[in-house]
């Protein structure tokens, strides 16, 4: 997802990877897709943006805490 002069654009996903605890230490990827769309008004655009990456990027955090200290 990149910013500029050109628009912002939603084509690589957001992916967080959480550690599985374990005798045998598993990770999970999981990738978010943010779609958008373009109003042509750039600040509004970055900002629901980040509004939404911020909102994934939350619930990774919610469902493994310990791994975000």
């Not at 909102?55 to 791994?67: F, H, N, T, V």
Request: no cysteine.
């Amino acid at each position: 997802m990149v910013a500029s002069d050109r628009g912002v654009t939603a084509e690589r996903p957001r992916v967080f990877v959480i550690r599985r605890p374990g005798w045998h230490q598993r990770y999970v990827l999981e990738a978010h897709r943010l779609d958008l769309e373009r109003t042509g008004d750039l600040e509004a655009d970055t900002r629901a943006m980040l509004t939404a990456y911020h909102a994934i990027r939350e619930e990774a955090i919610m469902s493994a805490p310990d791994q975000y200290s």
